[in-house]
C-alpha cells in the first residue's frame, strides 16, 4: 500500500525566510497531490493541488513542486510570516476519484 | 473557493445518546462526501465514503451500525454517532468533492465529547 513520508514532525524558522516541506511516497505516482493546512481544532483548509503531468505550481507565496522520478513533492512558503504556523498536510489521490491518502503532517512554527 | 460546513461544531453528550452531525456543501454539488476522524496529534483516519443517492462504503473497522450516514442530496451528508460511549470522543471532520473529482474541501470540523 502506498506510504507517505513528510520531513519531519516539526520545523522552526525565522520570519521572512522560506519554509520548505517535503512529501516522499513510496509506490505509483498519484494523479493529484495535494497540501492542506490545518489548523488545531479545524478542519484541514485546501491550499494547493498539482497534476501528476505538472512540475510546478504557484499560488501567491506558496510553490509546489511535483517529481514522479523521485516521488517526491517539495512545498514552499517564501516571506514566511507567523501567521504561517500551522501542520502542513500533504495528501495523494491516485485517480482524482480516489479516497485520500495522507500523510501525518509537518508543523511549521514560524517565529518573529 | 468551495465552501463546507459542519453543525455542530461542539457537542458533549451522555453515555448511550445518539448525536447526529451535518455535512453541506454550501456552493457546490458533492457527489461524493467523505468523513474522517482525528485523534490529537495524529492524521486524519477515512471513516466511509457516501455518494449521494447511495449507500456508503465503510473503512475496515468501521461500524457501519454505530457510524450511520446518510447522503440525501447532493448538498447534505449526516453522521448519525449511535448509541455513543466515551471511546467515541473525538474530532469528526467531513469533506465534499464535485462530480469533476479532484479536490476535497473540508468542513472545520465537530469536535464530540461522550461523557
Known amino acids: 500500500s502506498q506510504k507517505i513520508e513528510q520531513n519531519s514532525e516539526a520545523l522552526n524558522i525565522q520570519e521572512g525566510k522560506t519554509a520548505t516541506l517535503t512529501c516522499n511516497y513510496t509506490?505509483?505516482?498519484?494523479?493529484?497531490l495535494q497540501w492542506y493546512r490545518q489548523d488545531p481544532g479545524r478542519g484541514p483548509v485546501f491550499l494547493l493541488l498539482?497534476?501528476?503531468?505538472?512540475k510546478e505550481k504557484r499560488k501567491e507565496r506558496l510553490k509546489v513542486t511535483f517529481d514522479t522520478t523521485l516521488k517526491q513533492s517539495l512545498f514552499h512558503i517564501t516571506a514566511s510570516q507567523p501567521a504561517d504556523s500551522a501542520t502542513y498536510l500533504c495528501?495523494?489521490?491516485?485517480?482524482?476519484?480516489?479516497?485520500?491518502?495522507f500523510g501525518k503532517g509537518t508543523m511549521l512554527l514560524v517565529s518573529p | 473557493g468551495a465552501v463546507v460546513s459542519q453543525h455542530p461544531s461542539r457537542v458533549i453528550c451522555k453515555s448511550g445518546t445518539s448525536v447526529k452531525i451535518e455535512c453541506r456543501s454550501l456552493?457546490?454539488?458533492?457527489?461524493?462526501m467523505f468523513w474522517y476522524r482525528q485523534f490529537p496529534k495524529k492524521s486524519l483516519m477515512l471513516m466511509a465514503t457516501?455518494?449521494?443517492?447511495?449507500?456508503?462504503?465503510?473503512e475496515q473497522g468501521v461500524e457501519k451500525d454505530k457510524f450511520l450516514i446518510n447522503h440525501a442530496s447532493l448538498t447534505l451528508s449526516t453522521l448519525t454517532v449511535t448509541s455513543a460511549h466515551p471511546e467515541d470522543s473525538s474530532f469528526y471532520i467531513c469533506?465534499?468533492?464535485?462530480?469533476?473529482?479532484?479536490?476535497?474541501?473540508f468542513g472545520p470540523g465537530t469536535r464530540l465529547t461522550v461523557l
Open positions: 469533506s465534499a468533492r464535485g462530480l469533476a473529482g479532484g479536490t476535497q474541501y
Open positions: 509506490n505509483y505516482s498519484p494523479a493529484y
Open positions: 498539482i497534476r501528476e503531468n505538472e
Open positions: 495528501a495523494l489521490d491516485m485517480t482524482g476519484y480516489s479516497t485520500l491518502t
Open positions: 456552493d457546490f454539488q458533492a457527489t461524493t
Open positions: 457516501s455518494n449521494e443517492g447511495s449507500k456508503a462504503t465503510y
